[in-house]
């Protein structure tokens, strides 16, 4: 699944805008804004309109 996803994000040049193996630590909604701000552990906040959530039976989830 993951090597689908990275092959597909990059032939619609996507792949510079996705973050895989990324461990989101804060999610928020901006309701003014219309974006969701981001803080993801090691690295700086980011908004975005977007976020996907995948907690796959590999997840590493304490």
Known sequence: MREYLEHFTTRLGLST???????VTALR???EEQFWEVTV???PR?????TLNNRGRRNNYG
């Open 17 to 23: 805008a996705i973050q895989f193996n990324s461990r």
């Open 41 to 43: 552990e090691d690295r």
């Open 29 to 31: 909604w901006d309701e």
């Open 46 to 50: 980011v908004r975005n309109i977007l």
